[in-house]
């Protein structure tokens, strides 16, 4: 009991001196945080903005330099802290949220998502479905019972694979009509009444561009693109709402894996743990801090944290999903 005792009594001080280490390492330091879009994106100005309010939480203070790094969304920058990098925690990554999603369907890339460390995610990158209130049919339930023609980009998009996922696992008659370039000329052919619905529209350039359509009541929303509700919006059904057995709620939950992840901050997959675990306690931190939270307000930036343990589970999710699952969500998206 003695020896117990005496180490109970030395845990707080061996937890101080790793904190201790921590802030000796970042002092006078600089971390790279490469970020896989150029300036003035979405990514980008969450990134420039949340920096000085991250590096006040982290031990040591370290200085974070924001670095564009361009190439496959995020597939370059995240091979690159795999394998260039010190491994030392003075690399950070923001890539695209489904950079999980295209490796574990295949795509290239010379990194594994799930080794990656993940440190928290922003916000989620929400998505929506809307339909037209002039439409006949006024929601996935409907549109089980009748066509509903809906607007798409390319095969691979989530505005396409996830409605064509929809008709095969629920039934539903969503008839998609592809190639149209973003989601201004959906919006566009939906006002003028060429569709009836919209597969997929930022709900941050919902409120930015296409406020009126709310005010005024001309669209509803069928779902968001994501996994899970959306906390802004938690009347709008996820997709997980729409599983009826085990196989489909994998299927779902992979396809939304992508806004669930969202704006996320990643680690090198070398990084040792006790700076992996003082990122994470000071990220958690940050996106706490009333100063951080003031700032994103007034720059209309969406907040939705998550810690790097759910951020990891997600991907682990995503790994874990089974090779005969894996070749049913790629016909979905025509690869």
């Known amino acids: 009991m003695r020896v117990l005792a005496g180490l109970l009594c030395l845990a707080p001080l061996a937890t101080g001196a790793r904190a201790d280490a921590v802030a000796d390492f970042y002092k006078g330091k600089q971390?790279?945080?490469?970020?896989?879009?150029?300036?003035?994106?979405?990514?980008?100005?969450?990134?420039?903005?949340?920096?000085p309010h991250f590096t006040r939480h982290i031990p040591g203070n370290p200085q974070i330099i924001i670095k564009n790094m361009e190439g496959g969304s995020g597939v370059r920058a995240a091979a690159y802290i795999t394998s260039v990098t010190a491994q030392d925690g003075l690399s950070l990554g923001m890539f695209?949220?489904?950079?999980?999603?295209?490796k574990v369907l295949g795509g290239p890339g010379e990194f594994d998502p799930q080794k990656l460390v993940w440190i928290g995610r922003m916000n989620a990158t929400?998505?929506?479905?809307?339909?037209?209130?002039?439409?006949?049919v006024q929601s996935v339930e409907e549109a089980k019972k009748a066509?509903?023609?809906?607007?798409?980009?390319v095969p691979s998009n989530s505005s396409a694979f996830?409605?064509?996922?929809?008709?095969?696992?629920?039934?539903?008659?969503?008839?998609?009509?592809l190639g149209y370039q973003g989601s201004p000329p959906m919006a566009l052919a939906m006002e003028r009444g060429e569709v009836d619905a919209i597969g997929g529209m930022s709900w941050e350039a919902v409120q930015m561009e296409k406020r009126h359509w709310l005010e005024e009541k001309q669209v509803k929303f069928l779902y968001t693109q994501s996994a899970r509700r959306y906390r802004e919006l938690p009347d709008v059904p996820g997709l997980l709402d729409f599983a009826t057995d085990e196989r489909s709620r994998i299927l779902l939950g992979l396809l939304g894996s992508g806004p669930d992840i969202g704006r996320a901050l990643v680690a090198e997959p070398g990084i040792p743990a006790e700076r992996a675990a003082a990122l994470r306690k000071a990220f958690l931190a940050a996106m706490a801090d009333p100063a951080w939270i003031a700032e994103a307000a007034k720059r209309n930036l969406g907040?939705?944290?998550?810690?790097?343990?759910?951020?990891?589970?997600?991907?682990?999710?995503?790994?874990?999903?089974?090779?005969?699952?894996l070749d049913q969500a790629r016909k979905y998206i025509g690869q």
């Open 31 to 51: 971390i790279s945080l490469y970020v896989s879009f150029p300036p003035g994106g979405g990514y980008d100005i969450y990134s420039r903005f949340f920096g």
């Open 147 to 153: 066509e509903i023609v809906i607007a798409g980009s």
């Open 96 to 102: 695209l949220d489904t950079l999980t999603l295209g």
């Open 162 to 177: 996830i409605p064509t996922a929809l008709n095969d696992l629920l039934g539903t008659r969503f008839k998609i009509i």
């Open 303 to 325: 907040l939705d944290a998550i810690s790097g343990e759910e951020l990891q589970a997600i991907v682990a999710s995503a790994v874990a999903t089974p090779k005969d699952v």
């Open 126 to 136: 929400a998505t929506v479905a809307l339909v037209s209130t002039k439409a006949k």
